[in-house]
């Protein structure tokens, strides 16, 4: 049944796509342009105007694909630098990894609201806004979001409009990017939209080079005045080189082997095929009523291999490497229902949002680690070189790697998932919001270990709860107080592994009680600031095998952002943050700087010219829980920006990265996998409008 639906609705899909009829309306549509301004979510629910971020209890940042523009903005890591509360994690090379609040994750990205748990790394072509929420966040997403989520908001079609953009840039490693943005009315009431996109990538570390292929028609069609239909496709192809860093001794990484890359071209490669199809139907029953309903169906190849330091000796220079090759296949079927309602019970304003979410994942996985013709195990031990030599070992014995003589695992998992919530935004005056919610979800998981010819289950009821108050002593200023909760199941964010012992255990919970204020200074200009507690419960079993629950990470923290125009001419964007961690042992966490530090400023000198200057600083952060000895050292980053508007149709742009060539780390996987900032490096790029 779940196959059937996913055909019937990508045949859906692909004819409108290919053929939008015209449909007739009373009157056109009216776009409300919100963009960077309030949240997808709030914008798709709205009954009248979208609730704008001074009302939201919670610390959140958004960035605007003019911010990518003048940025030079490539990748989700570009955004998190400058996102207070959120650090880059390394992601082993292939995907996306971000810590939200001392949480990491590879798992907690949202496109248009839909979950996009796949692990790769997301291109930014096709992109309006990035959204990037801090906090527990299950009531809108559901399970996962334990510490924060970044969505996706992809661009639309729009009817009554033609317009279209084109961006083409180069840098000086020899990476070239394209993007094309074009949007047509086909109809009285119909749009077409068109997104592609194709970057050849390149950087500073040796052998590193790469392809990314991106397609996304969209279609708009007006079915009637009251109901919208809005569906896509996207198509994505990438390929890239796969760099796991370099490694440690003397507790930080070693920079005299800044430049050498531990592994070969023909076997650190990790590649990714996606066809996503999306829709959304959304009807305005009344001015107090609306309902959406949205269908998401996606599949997935990802393969990734690689060889990595697994071990290091200093005196004799001597690098151990270990390695894998993890193919994944996954097909995603996403269908939610959303109802708005908006009554009057006594002086008090209900904003009832009540609704359901159905996921079917089907996931298949494999893992071979390598195989060293010579110790007939995992790893093996090589001198340092530059390129590194594998043919020979360090005893200077010839060998040779494959990664299809052991099998570690292999693994089909099925999840289903069915959630309902309910909120309820109450503004019981003009100065006074009180907002109350909560999701249960029923995550049930099957997987067949296919290696050892086992099948284990489990289902679980979760509730989160969300809270919040806002006070308003003034239109500009509020001030909250949040709570909310949010839960990891026991098969973990990629439903790979799930043994008689996990399988017996209740999920992770995660809580967090925020309290905060938002001031829009100007209307342009606007201050958020905040501070968090979190805390994870673990189930787990005592001594006596009683099912018994112990106090995992806990980490607690300041956020400050101050974000918009100064004046005409100055722009600023500021990001502060301040966290301290603990493990359940007591210990110090990984992966969470004592402070980060970011500003970007542009000035714009005349009509014609502007230019920018950005400044990023990273506090010193464990590699590792519970070893404070082995760190990733503190640095200060500095970018610079100028654009030149050649005509009201032609910009050029010049972004600088590292102008000042600092060596730096930026993020470390493991003890011995610490990535290597990139250098000083520019890049040119137009933007054509017509």
Known sequence: MVQFIRTFFKAIVVSSLAFTASLYADEAVVEIIVKGKVLYSDQVKALKTPTAIIDVPQSLSIVTDEDIRKQGIREFGDIVRYTPGVNTSQGEGHRDSVVFRGVRSTADFYQDGARDDVQYYRSLYNVDQVEVLRGPNALLFGRGGTGGIIN?????????????????????????????????????NTALRLNVHSDSLENHRDMYDGDRVGFN????????????LDLSYEYADHERFIDRGIPTANGKPVEALKDVVFGTSDINLTTLEADIFRGTLTTDYSDTSKGIFSVTSSEFEKLYQNLYASGYD?????VTLDGYRDPTERENLIISANLVNEIQIGGATHTLLIGAEMVDTDNKNERFDTYWSTTEKDKESFNVSRPLNIATNSAGVATGVDFTTKLNSRTASEIEVTSIYIQDQIDLSDNLIVLLGGRLDQFDITVDDIKAGTSLSREDDEFSPRAGIIFKPQDNVSLYLSYSESFLPRAGEQYKKLTASSAALDPDVYESSEVGVNWDITPDLSLRASYFDSEQTIATRDESGEGAEIVGLQVDGIELEIKGQVSDQLFVSFGYSDMDGETSTGGEPREI????????????????????????????SNISNNKPGLVLPDYTRVDFAAYYD?????????????????????????????????????????????
């Open 152 to 188: 996706r908001v992809t661009k639309k079609a729009q009817i009554d409009e033609q317009f279209g953009t084109f961006d083409i840039g180069a840098d000086d490693f020899g990476a070239f990017d394209f993007a094309a943005d074009y949007n047509t009315s086909t109809g009285d």
């Open 217 to 228: 028609p969209t279609v708009k069609i007006q079915m009637s005045e009251a109901t919208t």
């Open 314 to 318: 200093l005196d004799t220079n001597v």
């Open 593 to 620: 700087p004592k402070n980060t530090m970011s500003l970007w400023t542009t000035y714009q000198v005349n009509d014609k010219f502007g230019y920018g200057l950005g400044v990023t600083r990273q506090g010193e």
């Open 646 to 690: 050649v005509s009201m149709d032609l910009t050029v742009r010049l972004n600088i990265e590292n102008i000042t060539d600092e060596v730096y780390f930026p993020h470390s996987h493991s003890t011995h996998q610490a990535s290597v900032g990139e250098e000083v490096n520019a890049r040119l790029s137009i933007t054509r409008r017509f």
